[in-house]
Every structure is written in structure tokens, then in C-alpha cells.
């Protein structure tokens, strides 16, 4: 299909090659690693200031150049039917399983597209631990109302793990919370120039800020309550 899933317009159609399971597993060997892999035409990549997916609505013609993205692990779970398999994908940012299922059908010497997808987990945020947003749209008018955020929502911290934290004291939180730069002698090989900073109290995070030269701190994004 022109948007290599089961919502695009279909171009082309081909049979699949009959094949073992075994068969099929060694041509994924192809796919493991770091790969060269084209994103698909619909998507949210600059072509020349533009979204590609924009571009691909206008009928627009251009091409999207190939780059390198890891498949940490790919196994094939099952073949569900003649022309069906389900896989599992273990990737990094900026992978497309819809330029994999793509890809897997051109090396086989046929066509094919994502028909559907799960995503199971995202950094430490695993689906395991999710659950539907109806379940917070009934709790709301329950008893337990009061303690939703304590019971079902993770604190803000956990999405912004990925960044250094650093505490400091109550009066230079007042500043902060004020707007105001805060001058702190910090190593840069433990923060470098221009990073971001999550900046906590003891008790709370407040915000996140900008490190600069001259051990500064810019405040960036003030949280609610801070």
C-alpha cells in the first residue's frame, strides 16, 4: 500500500511464497542489527522543510533517503495463515515497523504491508501496567476518585528519567519558582553546556531548566505546583 499499513491504498498485490517457519526466520537475519532502512512516504520525516506526510497527500513526487536504524531483536512468533505472520520487534528511536514489514516482503521477492501493531513497551512504561481510559472515566464518579493520581498515576519524574536531576536548596527554589537565573558551580562532565536539567527540591520537582556557561541556571518549564 502507499502507506505500507492496512490503511493505505493498495498498489500492487503478489502471492507469498510458501516457506517454513525455519525458512522464514533466516531471511529476518537480514533485519537484525543496524540496518539501511527508507522510512515510508507517509510519515513525519522534513522533506525540505515539509512533513513527508503531507507532501504524500498532496500527490506530491519525492524521494526520502535511506539511513541507518538498529533491530535490537526480531523474532517470528507465528505464521497465522498463508499470507499473515506475527513478529516480534525489539528497536531503537527512529525505526519504522511499517519500512520492516516492507522490507521483509521485498527480500522475499513479493509485496506486504503492517496489517496491525502493538506497541508493548516504551522505555520503563511496559502495557502491562496500562489501562483503559475508561477505567478513569468511570473512577472519576466513584468513591476512590480522590485517590486516582495516588493510585494509578506514576510521578512525573518517571517520564523524565532520561535526564540529570539536580536538588537544590529552599531559597534558591523561591528563585526559581520566581523566574530567576540560578548561578551553581557544577562540572560539566557531569552536565555539559546547554543540557537539560531537572530541577528538584528534596520534596518536590519543580521544573525543568537550561545549564549554561558561567554555571547558570535557565529556567525552561515550570511545573504546576512549583
Known sequence: TNTDDIHGEILRKKGWPKLSNDQLDRYLNNFRGDIEQVPPKVSSIHINGERAYKLARNKEEFAIKSRTVNGQALKLLKCINSELAEFEVTCEKGFYIRSLARDI????????????????????????????????????????????????????????????????????????????????????????????????????TLGIAIFFEKNFLNIVLLFDGG
Open 105 to 204: 516482503s521485498l527480500k522475499l521477492d513479493t509485496v506486504g504491508h503492517v496489517y496491525s501493531l502493538k506497541r508493548t513497551k516504551v522505555g520503563q512504561f511496559h502495557i502491562k501496567n496500562a489501562f483503559p481510559l475508561e477505567t478513569l472515566e468511570k473512577l472519576v464518579h466513584s468513591a476512590a476518585a480522590g485517590r486516582m493520581a495516588e493510585v494509578f498515576l506514576l510521578p512525573l519524574d518517571c517520564v523524565l528519567d532520561d535526564i540529570p536531576a539536580l536538588i537544590i536548596s529552599d531559597e534558591e527554589a523561591k528563585m526559581f519558582c520566581h523566574g530567576q537565573m540560578i548561578k551553581k558551580e557544577l562540572s560539566n562532565d557531569l552536565i555539559p553546556n546547554g543540557s537539560d536539567v531537572l530541577v528538584k527540591t528534596r520534596e518536590e
